[in-house]
């Protein structure tokens, strides 16, 4: 949970890994091997069989790669 600009308490969106794909264009693969090596966001477990990526983290992965073109 993160604060906003007034003091209150807000979530964090969690991203499945078929919309974080539509979202960065890479593939599941893609994505595995950049958490490995330390490149992309890692996934938090939401569930026993499921996993989720923090939105706030996707975007500012998205921000830095942007900035580097």
Not at 3 to 23: A, M, S, V, W
Not at 37 to 48: K, M, N, T
Not at 58 to 68: A, Y
């Amino acid at each position: 949970m993160e604060k906003n600009g007034q003091g209150h308490i807000t979530t964090d969106r969690l991203i499945r890994l078929k919309e974080l794909t539509r979202i960065i264009g890479y593939s599941a693969t893609s994505i595995w091997r950049r958490c490995k090596d330390g490149s992309f966001p890692l996934a938090v477990r939401i569930g026993p069989a499921a996993v989720a990526w923090r939105w706030s983290e996707v975007e500012e992965w998205i921000k830095t790669r942007q900035s580097v073109k």
